[in-house]
């Protein structure tokens, strides 16, 4: 039996959604260490109501009991900023519970629906970038926003409120009991982390989401994932600071190591940046969670991916680390192989054709077989003196 909780945010508007404290995996694919939420907003006008995106069907009863728990008799709108099932999931029932409510959409969110929720067409208000709905004395303005975080995505802004519901968008997997985000670095990390696993792809459409945003006054940003922003300048600074073309001094090593070989590079690596006091990330793939190793490719300057050869490829899970960086498209400048091999291997040529969505600059990768000898080591020390030198034009005055 589903226990409901409601929390109110302004005098019109209402969190109906649910936290899900346990969930630890998301698209079967994105760890959340410490869960998400779903948030779902009513907004109560003097004529009718909207319900403001709506929750994961795990969470549709909690939906639910939230909206009986209010006395809510009648939902005449149901926005769906974005058609992913962890906010749309629960629409067909809220459609069935308030059998006169349409959802109102932009034309491709509402094809998605309807072919992923089989939700009727008749069942639809389709809207336009900047039209407009009125809820009697509140109004709701819709803000096109494709691409964060799938192409049919848009934001809806209450404009009497001043309050901007951008679903995705500013999100953050964060299971917790404060409203608003009071936890400045705790929200921050977990921010980032969204942004890296979920937006870092689409850095370009939400630069020229974020100039779209610039006209418009916001006193609240309320997502559908995490804490609500009442104070908005903390996560749209960080979000221009994410989405800018400037990099920061800081390289990540991603490595796997069978028999040690590789991992004594990787050493020989890091001790050779230490040296000139450079900030290195390295990430073992074999133990780390992909969302730091994400996070750390937000701001870095370049990335050494190191690998022994295997069935005369690299490693698996250097195979997926390549395939995620390339996916992820970070700001990266430049990046470099560490390749170990016991008889032969393609592995160089393999990661290198992995990494086309890059537009970097690629350093000489180092080829060692077997255990390094004293010469591959140096030639590991000439590695790190390149990734220094191209790290420390990152640096700052
Ligand atoms: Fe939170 Fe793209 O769904």
């Known amino acids: 039996m589903a226990v409901g909780n409601v929390r109110r945010i302004t005098d019109r508007v209402y969190l109906v959604g649910a936290i899900d404290w346990n969930r630890r995996l998301f698209d079967e694919l994105i760890p959340l260490p410490e869960g998400t939420s779903y948030n779902s907003y009513l907004i109560e006008g003097s004529e009718s109501s909207a319900l403001v995106d709506a929750v994961d069907p795990t969470k549709t009863e909690e939906l639910l009991v ?26 067909p029932a809220v459609l069935n519970e308030y059998p006169g409510a349409k959802v109102v959409t932009n034309r491709r969110c509402k094809e998605q629906l309807m072919e992923l929720l089989l939700i009727p067409e008749e069942r639809f208000i389709v809207v336009e970038d900047g039209g407009e709905l009125s809820l009697g004395d509140r109004t709701l303005r819709f803000i096109l926003a494709p691409w964060v975080h799938w192409p049919e995505t848009m ?55 974020l100039n779209k945003l610039e006209d418009l006054e916001i006193k609240t940003i309320a997502p559908s994932h995490g804490p609500i922003y009442d104070e908005p300048g903390f996560i749209l600074d960080a979000y221009r600071e994410w989405v800018s073309d400037e990099v920061k001094a800081e390289v990540v090593v991603a490595y796997v190591s069978m028999h040690g070989s590789t991992q004594a590079m990787v050493d020989r690596l890091i001790a050779g940046l230490l040296r000139d006091n450079r900030t290195v990330k390295p990430f073992n793939l074999t133990v780390t969670d992909v969302g730091e190793l994400a996070m750390a490719l937000v701001d870095a300057a370049g990335i050494v991916l190191a690998t022994p050869t295997v069935l005369g490829g690299a490693h698996p899970s250097a195979v997926y680390a390549a395939y995620l960086v390339n996916a992820l498209r970070p700001k990266l400048r430049f ?61 700052g005055p």
Not at 71 to 78: F, H, L, N, Q, R
Not at 371 to 387: M, S
């Open 155 to 209: 934001l809806t802004y209450l404009v009497e409120d001043r309050v901007l519901f951008t679903c995705d968008l500013f999100g953050s997997h964060l299971a917790t009991s404060d409203l608003f985000a009071r936890d400045r670095s705790g929200v921050y990390r977990a921010a980032k982390r969204y942004y890296a696993e979920i937006m870092m792809p689409f850095r370009k459409a939400i630069r020229g989401h």
């Open 335 to 395: 990046a470099s192989l560490i390749v170990s091999y016991g008889w032969g291997g393609r592995a160089v040529e393999q990661l290198k054709g992995m990494l086309t969505n890059l537009r970097i600059e690629l350093l000489d990768p180092v080829v060692v077989k077997g255990y390094p000898k004293e010469g591959d080591l140096e030639a590991v020390d000439r590695l790190a003196e390149e990734v220094s030198s191209r790290v420390g034009r990152s640096e």
């Open 66 to 91: 939230n909206l009986r728990g209010l006395g809510v008799e009648k939902i005449d709108y149901v926005v769906s900023n974005h058609a992913e099932q962890d906010h749309s999931g629960a629409i």
